[in-house]
T-cell receptor, first 113, second 110 residues
Framework: DVKVTQSSRYLVKRTGEKVFLECVQD?????MFWYRQDPGLGLRLIYF???????EKGDIPEGYSVSREKKERFSLILESASTNQTSMYLC????????????FGSGTRLTVV | QQPVQSPQAVILREGEDAVINCSSS?????VHWYRQKHGEAPVFLMI?????EQKGHEKISASFNEKKQQSSLYLTASQLSYSGTYFC???????????FGKGTLLTVNP
């Protein structure tokens, strides 16, 4: 089975801190995604990457950046954390075969105080 | 733009059927369906591709109406394990980016 691992399950950070959320997948997938999940809003796409060093903005990229130096690792960076970035962050990966779905990590619950 | 899911919530008794709808204002190339149990990651159920057939998975199946830009998820003879939030994700091209709906909370009671 494909495994997507997010480094932290729970994280508490202070306003203004630079925050790194790490995601690693073990199935050589080209495509990786970062979503945030908030009650009543569903999953919203922050950034995605379809190859090493390639990245594209999703629907809500403001305040975030990403890094993909290796195929298996996709990092989400909060440049200066703010309280409105308190959320559940989900990483996902997908291979290029069209009939495959996303495999999600278990999520990181980030609280910014 | 997020696809619209309906209903927002549904409560069933074990053995009853349910339909969850997903509609988009954009042309669709694919529709994914996921189920998320409380405190867990979303799990992929099935994908429907433009020009493809209706799919099935256990007692859960789905259809895709390309003209109406809609998909429906059918849960028959529901089981307690079907409880969770169901999300549809819609894609418009080859970059595999999905836009998810806000979810439908399904509760199955004994």
């Amino acid at each position: 089975d494909v495994k997507v691992t997010q480094s932290s399950r729970y994280l508490v950070k202070r306003t203004g801190e630079k925050v790194f959320l790490e995601c690693v997948q073990d199935m050589d997938h080209e495509n990786m995604f970062w979503y945030r999940q908030d009650p009543g809003l569903g999953l919203r796409l922050i950034y995605f990457s379809y190859d090493v060093k390639m990245k594209e903005k999703g629907d809500i990229p403001e305040g975030y950046s990403v890094s993909r130096e290796k195929k298996e690792r996709f990092s989400l960076i909060l440049e200066s954390a703010s309280t409105n970035q308190t959320s559940m962050y989900l990483c996902a990966s997908k291979g290029t075969a069209s009939h495959y779905g996303y495999t999600f990590g278990s999520g990181t619950r980030l609280t910014v105080v | 733009q997020q696809p619209v899911q309906s209903p927002q919530a549904v409560i069933l008794r074990e053995g009853e059927d349910a339909v969850i709808n997903c509609s988009s204002s954009k042309a669709l190339y694919s529709v994914h369906w996921y189920r998320q149990k409380h405190g867990e990651a979303p799990v992929f159920l099935m994908i429907l591709l433009k020009g493809g057939e209706q799919k099935g998975h256990e007692k859960i199946s789905a259809s895709f109406n390309e003209k109406k830009q809609q998909s429906s998820l059918y849960l028959t003879a529901s089981q307690l394990s079907y409880s969770g939030t169901y999300f549809c994700g819609t894609g418009g091209g080859s970059n595999y980016k999905l836009t998810f709906g806000k979810g439908t909370l399904l509760t199955v009671n004994p």
